[in-house]
């Protein structure tokens, strides 16, 4: 099991405070269970799925620390099988896919289970944010994603480029939110040249490469340049790679996308929530499976804007609503 890691601000009049979303955690678990059921759009124009954040039992002896899930009901139904036989047959009641979260409120830190179809950042943003009973003050919870160290900055001008790798997804495209700037520059065209023939042949997904192979000079780091425009964080981003060979002879993959960011793993031999949450909050707690870097993070960052969350002295005031306008609606 894969983990993601965040920093969990929670905005005022859009600056940040050092409010810890505990108390939220705590409120929601504490709601009847249609009023923490709620429909969640996925993205802009986008269908909508209802998202729950079931009340389970959580024992730790640390104050600071909550671990909960947050699932997505799947629109699908979920067929049972068997090895030995032909018998298949729909499992009664609606199938619910949960992601496992931790959150430290010492360090305003949120670890989310990375899975493919499981709880994004955004939702969680989404989820929290409809219980917010905003008047003349506005409240927002935003979720930070850590970067690790390896990157493209580690490209010096000694490095010699040996291949630069994007791979696509077309109906995701969209140049003005792939590139961090304006969308325009002769990747971009490129790109866009391979977009509209994705689109219009129905490809789902596009590739585009430049090799040196056995060219004996040094591919220019201008292309560096452009690749570096690229938000990593953009789901249009399938996957892309840089391979470069450095000063001292050795050879490297840098990756554009996941691995630019913190991770780290757990083997998890089952699936329920109280194995699950003890399994996670032991080895936090008593293992250091947590990097110190992870904690630190923000502190050892001062130059990002949400680190200004330390410098602020905002009182919480944060009004809850019973039941948000996107609480489920039984259809009796």
Same mark, same amino acid.
């Given at each position: 099991? %894969?983990?993601?890691? #965040? ?34 759009? %996925? ?17 730790? %002896? #640390? ?17 049972? $099988? ?50 917010? *009973? ?5 409240? $927002? ?151 110190? *870097?992870?904690?630190? #993070? ?35």
């Amino acid at each position: 099991m %894969k983990f993601s890691f #965040y920093n969990a601000i929670i905005y005022k009049n859009g600056e940040p405070t050092n409010i810890d979303i505990s108390p939220i955690i705590d409120y929601i678990r504490n709601q009847p269970t249609i009023n923490r059921t709620l429909k969640i759009e %996925k993205g802009q124009q986008q269908d909508a799925d209802y998202y729950s954040m079931p009340t389970m039992k959580f024992d730790n %002896k #640390y104050p600071s620390e909550r671990c909960f899930w947050l699932g997505k009901f799947l629109d699908s139904a979920i067929l049972e $099988a068997s090895f030995e036989t032909d018998s298949i047959k729909e499992l009664e009641g609606n199938a619910y896919l949960p992601s496992i979260i931790f959150y430290d409120e010492d360090y305003h830190l949120l670890v989310l289970e990375s899975a493919m179809h499981g709880v994004t950042a955004k939702i969680i943003e989404r989820f929290f944010n409809a219980f917010f *009973d905003n008047g003349t003050e506005n409240y $927002a919870l935003r979720l930070f994603r850590q970067r690790s160290q390896k990157g493209l900055s580690l490209i010096q001008p000694s490095t010699e480029i040996l291949s630069v790798k994007l791979s696509i997804k077309t109906n995701e495209y969209d140049d003005q939110t792939l590139f961090k700037q304006n969308g325009n520059g002769l990747l971009v065209d490129l790109l866009n040249k391979y977009y509209a023939i994705s689109q219009q042949e129905e490809v789902p997904e596009f590739s585009l490469e430049f090799n040196k192979k056995n060219y004996s000079g040094n591919i220019k780091h201008g292309l560096i340049d452009m690749v570096k425009r690229i938000n990593a964080d953009d789901p249009a981003l399938a996957r892309g790679q840089v391979n470069v060979r450095y000063a001292n002879g050795e050879k490297d993959t840098i990756p554009l996308n996941n691995d630019l960011f913190m991770t780290n793993e757990m083997v998890m031999k089952n699936n329920g929530f109280d194995y699950l949450s003890v399994r996670l909050t032991n080895q936090i707690n008593y293992q250091n499976w947590i990097q110190p *870097d992870c904690k630190l #993070y923000l502190t050892r960052r001062r130059q990002l804007p949400e680190s200004n969350y330390m410098n602020s002295n905002i009182v919480d005031g944060i009004s809850y609503k019973a039941k948000p306008d996107e609480a489920y609606v039984p259809k009796n």
